[in-house]
């Protein structure tokens, strides 16, 4: 199989549930934002210090990869699951976002939240370069999110999409914290100038 096909020259492409639709397409803008954000993890596994061989501790680096690409794997998931209207056919090959899956996101926030130091102040995207990539990732999963509920007001979504994703970006931002604690990098305050600043 090539990798080009020339079938999207013209600004479109086919939903796996069959027809055509502009590439920017509520749809399709949606799921592509979920594309980005699974680039963005990618980008922050690829920052992280080698793993260690056995991960015997859950919360250390190690297991962050490991959860890392647990999580890059369902958005994969949820990719179908935007991509594949409710009403098609191939709806039946496609594995939607349950609550299982909702579920399992706020475990791991729990269980990394719980060795975190409370926060006490907001603070900014920065530290060590996986925290940062992390960062990046959680924005983006927040801008998938909107698109979703875009998407939601002109057609049928499954809403636990929606769900999955409000509850990633807290994820995110959490293993963003644990990363820098981790690593020993202290957080970086978020200053407020005062008005006659």
Avoid: C
């Amino acid at each position: 199989m090539k990798i080009y096909t020339r079938t999207g020259d013209a600004g479109q492409t086919g939903l796996f549930g069959g027809g055509r639709v502009a590439k920017d397409d509520l749809r399709v803008v949606a799921y592509g934002t979920v594309d980005e954000a699974n680039s963005a993890i990618g980008l922050a596994r690829a920052h992280l210090p080698a793993a260690e061989q056995e991960v015997t501790d859950e919360r250390t680096l190690g297991a962050l990869e490991r959860h890392l690409a647990e999580v890059q794997s369902l958005l994969f998931d949820l990719g179908a699951d935007l991509a594949t209207p409710l009403d098609v056919k191939t709806r039946r090959y496609v594995r939607p976002i349950d609550q299982a899956d909702v579920d399992r996101l706020e475990s791991l926030i729990d269980h990394y939240d719980a060795g975190l130091p409370a926060l006490q102040h907001f603070i900014l995207p920065a530290g060590t370069a996986a925290s940062a990539a992390l960062q990046v990732a959680r924005s983006v999963a927040r801008r998938a999110e909107r698109e979703t509920v875009t998407l939601a007001k002109a057609a049928d979504v499954n809403p636990l999409t929606m769900t999955f994703l409000n509850r990633l970006s807290d994820l995110l931002f959490v293993w963003a914290r644990f990363a820098n604690l981790a690593a020993g990098v202290e957080e970086v305050p978020w200053v407020a100038r005062r008005r006659d600043d």
